[in-house]
């Protein structure tokens, strides 16, 4: 589904990543872990296409084409989904007006039919109750005021409302208790399926007893050194990163 | 001295204003003119007009207008003011035209001097007078204009949409006109003021609405100013309230040359409430300059002020906030918020508060911010999907309907969001068939 190739990218001439390959193929769960600072939110970021970084070699290649000219909208429309680490907050605009635009957005450009609102509140509440979410979140401001918890659930809200091929998680488990941990994993699982592929960025392993990856990379310093399958996760757990570091 | 401020003497004395019939409006104006002469045209060095020059506008050749329009066409208004179900008055170069039947009493204001409620409201100016070279011109040049009054415990069904329009075929007019409401005693009404141009000549328009909002008595007042480049408008609201009545004002400046957007809320009466909205919407090299002026007289009162600036291009946009607590206003609370959005790197906005307050038991608080579009927030929508225009229309819109929060008529409100398209539109900022 996504083939990363020798990325370097930087940013305000800082080095960042160093020449990172990575491949997923649909149906598979990824999982990304490393020590902080070590670029994996750069990595996602890249991917969900903000702007901020230069790529200065390598390419993205995502359904067979080279996705790096492509806006974040795009992205978005032809199914990459990121759930941000520190997702925004966005006065004046209600959730729910929001997911509207964005689902209708992502309609249209795959050819799809608009939703009419009393459609949309349909799916939302369904969606709203199968995360455990109060439903009086659709009407507040996006993100605005949620505490740390109900703004990670509000990521996983819009992923199952949205969709999408490719879905990154970029440590979407930090700051959950265990409840809100299993009904997060709940909806990602439901997502999860021969066609969709996910890359699940975390420090905590977990989360990987919910999630369960195929493949488990650790980043350092920018690069993949480390592969191996859910065991190299607990491993991490006990012998933590420097082993691999330098 | 200018030439503006010669011409307009010299048109007051050629008109005879001072020399009225009756004798206390021709001493009104004579002393008006008189405090214009000694205050002279503002500059720079006016505390209250620091941020806005008008070297280039008192040069300009504007000459008293009192002309009657000889045919007079309903101007062309968007459809969505057009059909609004409300009292319509239509003014046309600062004159009543309309002569319907209301269920308010509406005369032309030269025509009403002898009513003792217009001559009590005009000798009483219950404030503290702003020494201001327009306020007083507004009152050497009283005659056009209208009186409304609403009787007590008389609320209204319907908005009044009171339609402002200008003619084109004369150059350079300077219009000058007041308008007097007098809501009575427990009355309540929704108004909607709303000037429109499309004059091909430059036109300077002095504009002055005193607004007596009796005991208990509920307004609710949205004002647009519509102009174009030719329209220089200087525009004063007066608001005097009474014990436990409410006043909501929301303005919006979505168009011309040069705005002064001057509003002076005076909480008269214990119990008060006045909520005090606005929005510029400026472009191209416009300039709108907003004067607030809340006077709190009486204990018990309270007043919001929410001001907020798109700008876009090279334009300007000026808030003074000012807000005046007497000593007798005890347990006042007085909140002032400015915001603006910068569209374009272009634009510039000056903002000052300037609290003066003389009463020891008082909630006050100002806060005023200056910023661009969030590019984080710009980005997260974008990450959803939705593209960047469209993204970009969500957190500007976002930005300007906090505006009309506060406002509680539908009617007001649905006009307030169909002028804010209009201006996105004319902005190029939504396409017009989209417009929701
Ligand atoms: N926008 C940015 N501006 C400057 N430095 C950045 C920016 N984004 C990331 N970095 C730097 O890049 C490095 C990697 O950060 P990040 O990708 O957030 O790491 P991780 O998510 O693995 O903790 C850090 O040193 C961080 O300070
Ligand atoms: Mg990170």
New binding site residues.
Partial sequence: MIEIVNLHAE??G?K?LNGLNLKINKGEVHSIM??????????A?ILAGKE?YDITDGDIIYKGESILDLAPDERAQQGIFLAF?YPIEIPGVSNAYFLREALNSINKARGNPVLKPVEFGKLAKQKIKMLKMDETLLKRSLNEGFSGGEKKRNEILQMAILEPLLSIL?ETDSGLDIDALQIVANGVNSLRNEETAFLV?THYQRLLDYIVPDFVHV?VKGKIVKSGDKSLALELESKGYSWLED | MDNLQNKLIKNFKEKGLAEYPLEWLGNYRLDAINAAESLGVPDLSNEDWRFTSLKEFIKKDFSFFDGKAETYNKPKLPEHIKSIDGYFVYMHNGQLVSDSDYPFSLTRLNDSFEDLKVKEILLNEVSSKNKDFFYELSCAFIDDGFFLKLEGSNRLDKPIVIINSFDSDVDSKFVNTRNIFYFEESSSAEIIEYSVSESVNEFFLNKTSIVYVDQNARVEHLLVEDGNKNSFIFSNLKIVQGRDSHFTTNSILSGGQLIRNNVHPILNGEGCFSNILGLYLSSEDQLMDNYMFVEHLKPHCESTQLYKGLLNDESRGVFHGRILVHKEAQKTNAYQTNRNLLLSDKAQVDTKPQLEIYADDVKCSHGATIGQIDKEALHYLQARGINKDKAMLMLIKAFTDEVCEPMESEVLLEAFHNIVNDWFVKSELLEPENQE
Wanted: net charge negative; aromatic share 0%.
């Fill in positions: 940013v305000q800082q960042i490393g020590p902080n600072g070590s670029g994996k939110s750069t990595l970021a901020d680490q970029d960025i980043l």
